[in-house]
């Protein structure tokens, strides 16, 4: 069992930055595959972005292409979202995952969520 654990959500205005956290229990953080999806109100949840075990593979939605780096820290079972130029559209409540396959458009075999944390962008 993993738990996962979201910080670093907050209000930013638009055009600022914010990076979110996800911290995992448990020793075998490194072998699942890593995703970021966002829930914006009155919406599906979506992919943001996902990471391959080694972390040196990511993809993106071309929503955030170019705004967007998602990272991880194996020692330190954590995965990152570094969020820039962010936009009102960004906001949403977002969510880490863990999977066995990162993949363009999300993650293969998803196994665990965290609870999210929310990302509020204003005008």
Do not use: H
């Not at 990152?80 to 936009?87: A, V």
Request: glycine share 12%; with cysteine; charged share 15%.
């Amino acid at each position: 069992q993993v738990q996962l654990v979201e910080s670093g959500g907050g209000l930013v205005q638009a055009g600022g930055s914010l990076t979110l956290s996800c911290a995992a229990s448990g020793r075998t953080f490194s072998s699942y595959a890593m995703g970021w999806f966002r829930q914006a109100p009155g919406k599906e949840r979506e992919f943001v972005a996902s990471i391959i075990r080694s972390g040196i593979i990511t993809y993106y939605a071309d929503s955030v292409k170019g705004r967007f780096t998602i990272s991880r820290d194996n020692a330190k079972n954590t995965v990152y979202l570094q969020m820039n130029s962010l936009k009102p559209e960004d906001t949403a409540v977002y969510y880490c995952a863990a999977g066995t396959l990162a993949t363009m458009t999300g993650l293969d075999g998803m196994l665990y969520w965290g609870k999210g944390t929310l990302v509020t962008v204003s005008s």
